[in-house]
């Protein structure tokens, strides 16, 4: 059984630029939530991904969308990148779209804006 | 508006000894809650949960309780060792929903 992986692990943009982070979920595991963690905070959670379908949004601009595809793995696109969207950005699968189940992190994508 | 609350950003505790970590929260609507540990340079990894209809789960070392008409969870880590240095976080979620509300984190050191 593999867990989550994430990739890449570090990543430098620039102001304006977009990127995309990837995401393997667990074996299984159907659902894939993404979270961002700003410096000596919780993860606050952008949105989830069940059967391909987005099945609920935090408090992010649009300009956070995402994609899981038919193997449930999943991306995370920003675009038009701001200084403040550095941050940690982790992955997490779980079994079923819903709360009330546990949720396995990968080990993360360091985001730097320059 | 913080829904999960974890006041202590830092506890040190001797080997051996109990480290008692607190979460509160504050909407009432949460009736699942988790415990996370968090290691430099790696993901969040699952520790211990627990629904609302119990008020007590223990799983080895950890046991987590719940106090639902105070808002209060804890985490105790008996005894404590020092590969238990790490950064805790508690999160909460409704049934009904999808996503985990997390805490700010609570930075445990174990001192040998």
């Known amino acids: 059984e593999t867990g989550v992986t994430q990739s890449p692990t570090h990543l430098i943009k620039t102001r304006g630029q977009q990127v995309t982070l990837r995401c393997s979920s667990q074996?299984?595991?159907?659902?894939v939530s993404w979270y961002q963690q700003a410096l000596g905070q919780g993860p606050q959670f952008i949105f989830q991904y069940y059967r391909e379908e987005e099945n609920g949004r935090g408090n992010f601009p649009p300009r956070f969308s995402g994609l899981q595809f038919p193997n449930y793995s999943s991306e995370l696109n920003v675009n038009a990148l701001e200084l403040d969207d550095s941050a940690l950005y982790l992955c997490a699968s779980s079994l079923e779209g819903r709360g009330g189940t546990e949720a396995f992190f990968g080990q993360g994508t360091r985001l730097t804006v320059v | 508006d913080q829904q999960v609350k974890q006041n202590s950003p830092s506890l040190s505790v001797q080997e051996g000894r109990i480290s008692i970590l607190n979460c509160d929260y504050t909407n009432s609507m949460f009736d699942y809650f988790l415990w996370y540990k968090k290691y430099p340079a790696e993901g969040p990894t699952f520790l211990i949960s627990i629904s609302s209809i119990k008020d007590k789960n223990e799983d080895g070392r950890f046991t987590v309780f719940l106090n639902k008409s105070a808002k209060h969870l804890s985490l105790h880590i008996v005894p404590s060792q020092p590969g238990d240095s790490a950064v805790y976080f508690c999160?909460?979620?409704?049934?009904?929903?999808?996503?985990?509300?997390f805490g700010t984190g609570t930075r445990l050191k174990v001192l040998a």
């Open positions: 074996s299984g595991h159907n659902t």
């Open positions: 999160a909460a979620s409704d049934s009904g929903t999808y996503k985990y509300i």
